[in-house]
């Protein structure tokens, strides 16, 4: 039987860039979500978030408890689930609510909270966009014991272990320029693009143990910015980094082997700053509880968003649109600190020790 092998000790490294990459996603939903800055093709290349999330999702599970492939699919499944299930509830529940007594012609489609594969949708605004990541990472996730086996099945060869990403490349764009008629291509993209990430982070022990030389970083790095200028001026790829993420394709593949080769050249700094103890609390509370705040915060922009229209400040705010950007990224960060002490039972149950 297939197992997950790993070591139970936590990788502060790693949860300091598990930390950063949501308190990350925070600032571009302060950018994207609420349009104080109008959107532009420059912050579209800011967009380094979600392949970061799974990479770390492909390091940390490697390094997580040893578990049979059946107990990893419990695990993983229930962690996400139960959690998410909670917020659809509610979701639900506040959408129903909404419609009702606000006359609206709308109704909530429940089956598409409940099952994940199809993006629920609601009336109300902020509270699903970002579901569009659960679906993709259940399919992942389901794959991830094969990816593992597939690295172990390969370790011991220098050059055939890296076969699988010239794979995915090529899958990629491929099916850049395939589009089937399908109903969840998009969703198999996805899928498929974050299947890459996860992968890299399978090699995550290895990379740190033994790390490229620098000059193959930079020369990666160099690659990919060159790879990305042919994709946009030949080949006619977007050059807006936003719809080249929706669905994922190789621009925006190129986009962030880039900026993993500069994180990788930088890594020192960005642990550094992040263990700063002005941000640390910050990055241990994102760490320690991310999906729970992921999932959440979007509660927290609608109640900062609805306070700030009910009492006429957006055209004040909308006059000074990157110190309004900051300012609400600040107070969107401090209050979703508070997440995990409603919620965060769900993510980490307490464990009650009893005497036998």
């Given at each position: 039987m297939m197992?997950?092998?790993?070591?139970?000790?936590?990788?502060?490294?790693?949860?300091?860039?598990?930390?950063?990459?949501?308190?990350?996603?925070?600032?571009?939903?302060?950018?994207?979500?609420?349009?104080?800055?109008?959107?532009?093709?420059?912050?579209?290349?800011?967009?380094?978030?979600?392949?970061?999330?799974?990479?770390?999702?492909?390091?940390?599970?490697?390094?997580?408890?040893?578990?049979?492939?059946?107990?990893?699919?419990?695990?993983?499944?229930?962690?996400?689930?139960?959690?998410?299930?909670?917020?659809?509830?509610?979701?639900?529940?506040?959408?129903?609510?909404?419609?009702?007594?606000?006359?609206?012609?709308?109704?909530?489609?429940i089956l598409n909270w409940i099952i994940p594969i199809e993006n629920p949708m609601s009336s109300i605004s902020y509270i699903w966009w970002h579901l569009w990541f659960i679906p993709v990472y259940l399919f992942v996730m389901l794959l991830f014991p094969f990816y593992l086996n597939l690295y172990k099945r390969l370790h011991s060869q220098k050059l055939l272990k890296y076969t699988p990403f010239l794979l995915f490349i090529i899958l990629i764009f491929y099916f850049d320029h395939f589009n089937l008629d399908w109903h969840y291509y998009k969703l198999f993209k996805q899928v498929l693009f974050y299947s890459f990430w996860v992968y890299l982070g399978i090699f995550y022990s290895e990379f740190k143990q033994s790390p490229w030389p620098r000059t193959l970083i930079v020369l990666t790095g160099l690659i990919t910015i060159f790879l990305i200028i042919f994709l946009i001026f030949k080949m006619q790829y977007p050059i807006n980094m936003q719809s080249n993420k929706f669905p994922p394709n190789l621009a925006f593949l190129m986009l962030n082997i880039g900026y993993l080769c500069l994180f990788s050249l930088l890594k020192n700094y960005i642990v550094r700053l992040l263990s700063l103890s002005i941000i640390n609390t910050v990055i241990k509370t994102f760490a320690t509880y991310g999906y729970t705040i992921y999932l959440y915060h979007p509660f927290v922009f609608l109640t900062v968003m609805t306070y700030i229209s009910k009492f006429n400040y957006s055209q004040k705010l909308l006059e000074h649109q990157y110190i309004s950007t900051l300012l609400l990224f600040i107070v969107i960060t401090l209050i979703s600190m508070l997440l995990p002490k409603f919620f965060g039972w769900l993510e980490k149950p307490i464990k009650i020790e009893t005497n036998k």
């Open positions: 197992r997950i092998q790993a070591t139970t000790k936590r990788d502060i490294e790693l949860d300091c860039y598990r930390g950063g990459a949501l308190l990350w996603v925070i600032l571009i939903h302060c950018l994207y979500w609420v349009g104080f800055v109008p959107n532009n093709n420059y912050q579209s290349y800011l967009l380094f978030e979600m392949p970061m999330f799974f990479y770390i999702a492909g390091a940390s599970n490697t390094l997580g408890n040893k578990k049979n492939i059946f107990q990893f699919y419990k695990s993983r499944f229930a962690r996400i689930l139960i959690p998410y299930w909670v917020y659809a509830a509610i979701c639900i529940t506040i959408s129903e609510h909404t419609i009702l007594f606000m006359a609206q012609p709308d109704k909530v489609i």
